[in-house]
């Protein structure tokens, strides 16, 4: 164990402030991040932590990173209180935002609400973007809706958040690689916590009780 998860809160079924928060998503990275991403050559924590590190390599602000790095914790559904919104299995896209929502900045609960919509974007105006994704991924895609239509194309367009979403979307395609070693969930602790709490410090800031 690393000094600063000693240092940090215990993870808790009804999170009340920042680090409790992040304590709670630490948890979740530590006992579910072996788990296997969806058929692909990677672990789910090496996918979220890749995702993550190249968003930071790419030089994109903390709340696109955050946005990457947490990007499919609503897989994890089932390891967050009702508290949190997590009250039934959803499609993981929304299910992640709903977990985040109220805590993290807008910016990042779009990148997590976004990512599905965005590839599904990409495939439709992008020339040779669907052929480049994964077996995964192409599966995953059909159940997923498939390639956005023009008018839903033209809708996702208009989101407030495109180019961030779209930037997690490539980090997510681009962050499955067996071989790159990036840093743990640890070295994104002290920016979360700057997000969390400048988020609950915010007069837009849902009411967390
Ligand atoms: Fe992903």
Not at 3 to 18: D, G, K
Not at 47 to 62: I, K, N, P, Y
Not at 125 to 153: F, K, N, R, T, V
């Amino acid at each position: 164990m690393t000094n600063n998860a000693e240092q940090a809160a215990e993870p808790t079924s009804s999170p009340r402030n920042a680090e409790q928060m992040i304590a709670l998503l630490r948890d979740v990275f530590e006992r579910r991040g072996a788990d296997s991403y969806l058929g692909e050559d990677v672990t789910m924590s090496q996918h979220m932590l890749q995702s993550a590190a190249l968003a930071a390599a790419a030089g994109l602000d903390d709340a696109v990173v955050a946005g990457a790095l947490l990007h499919d914790i609503g897989h994890y559904i089932n390891d967050f209180p009702e508290s949190l919104g997590a009250t039934q299995d959803r499609r993981h896209q929304l299910s992640g935002a709903a977990i985040l929502d109220g805590w993290f900045p807008q910016r990042t609960v779009a990148c997590v609400r976004g990512h599905v919509g965005a590839k599904r974007y990409l495939c439709a105006i992008e020339d040779g973007y669907l052929h480049a994704l994964s077996d995964a991924s192409i599966e995953s895609l059909a159940l997923q809706g498939g390639p956005m239509s023009p008018s839903e194309c033209d809708e996702f367009a208009q989101s407030e958040h495109l180019e961030a979403m779209l930037s997690v979307r490539r980090f997510d395609d681009a962050g499955k690689d067996p071989k790159l070693q990036v840093p743990t969930f640890s070295a994104y602790m002290p920016m979360l916590e700057h997000l969390v709490r400048t988020q609950l410090e915010s007069p837009t800031a849902a009411t967390r009780t």
